[in-house]
């Protein structure tokens, strides 16, 4: 690995770094002192695409008293990666994250968040490595199950119109399409797409391979878990939110309906997350 190495509690400067996972190089963030937490980004986004849309501010967090990585998932922003769909499968990233943390933290658990296919990859992660994470906040939890098959088939065609009109059209068709009421305040929603044009296709294809875990797996997790979800987008419909909820013990679920309740959820993250916090935090 190269760049910031830091030990988990260290303070750092939130310059980039980069660290070398699985064959790809993932650059990323890492702010703040304290007990680690980490950040794990939508499909098609990146830290940039997501910080220039104004979707998310997760300053509180790091105010709160956490180090906060964010990292770009493979063949997004920053990071490399090869045009092999099976290599962007939530479990896949789920792989890539695991290992991220083995460099960045030792043994230590840390605190996860997860916006879309970064709750799906953080999903996959706790899955596969009970007691890697203290407690997870999960955002904007995608399709699952019974209503996945729908948005696979939206990926699969987004992947043949990127290659053969190129992403800018793909861009084009989602900025064009009806904006839900709670980004109504959000002028650079939604953000734009951070993966180049050679790995678009394979990005695409990987999220259309991919699902949240078995609801038996799920119902394993046992650590504390705040789920933030928004109302009226078909691509993160508010049933899977309720679903997670219903299936993880003791997890508890936050609805935005209105930007103003959107833009809290640093403020409730931060407070489930600040260090010391007992049980599941206050929301």
């Known amino acids: 690995m190269t760049g910031h190495t830091a030990a988990p509690n260290a303070p750092s400067d939130a310059a980039g770094s980069t660290a070398h996972v699985r064959g790809a190089a993932l650059a990323y963030t890492d702010a703040g002192a304290g007990p680690l937490a980490v950040y794990a980004h ?31 998932a493979r063949g997004h922003g920053q990071s490399t990666g090869d045009p092999v769909p099976a290599q ?30 970064g709750t799906g990859t953080l999903l996959h992660a ?13 955002t904007a939890p995608p399709t699952a199950w019974a209503s996945r098959p729908a948005q696979a088939d939206l990926y699969r065609r ?3 119109l990127v290659e053969t ?21 959000l002028p650079g929603f939604p953000p734009a797409p951070d993966v180049t044009e050679e790995l678009f296709p394979s990005v695409l294809r990987g999220a259309a ?46 609805v935005a309906e209105t930007g103003a309740q959107l833009a809290r959820w640093g403020t409730l993250a931060a407070d489930f997350l600040a260090p010391g916090q007992a049980g599941g935090g206050r929301v």
């Not at 940039?48 to 008293?65: I, M, Q, Y």
């Not at 009109?165 to 109504?184: I, S, T, Y």
């Open 209 to 254: 391979d991919s699902d949240l875990p078995p609801e038996r797996a799920l119902a394993t997790i046992d650590v504390p878990v705040l789920i933030l979800a928004w109302a009226g987008d078909p691509g993160h419909p508010v049933a899977t939110a309720e679903r997670l909820a219903a299936l993880i013990d003791g997890a508890q679920l936050q």
């Open 126 to 138: 706790a899955v596969a490595a009970p007691g890697r994470f203290d407690r997870l906040v999960l």
């Open 88 to 117: 962007y499968t939530w479990p896949q990233l789920a792989e890539d994250l695991l290992a991220l943390l083995d460099q960045l933290a030792g043994a230590s658990p840390v605190a996860g968040i997860g916006s879309s296919m």
């Open 158 to 160: 987004g992947a043949d």
């Open 42 to 72: 939508g499909v098609t986004q990146s830290r940039a695409s997501e910080a220039a849309s104004g979707l998310f501010d997760w300053a509180p967090v790091v105010a709160a008293g956490r180090r906060l990585v964010a990292y770009d």
């Open 165 to 185: 009109r190129g992403p800018g059209l793909f861009a084009e068709l989602a900025a064009a399409a009806p904006v839900p009421p709670v980004f109504a305040d």
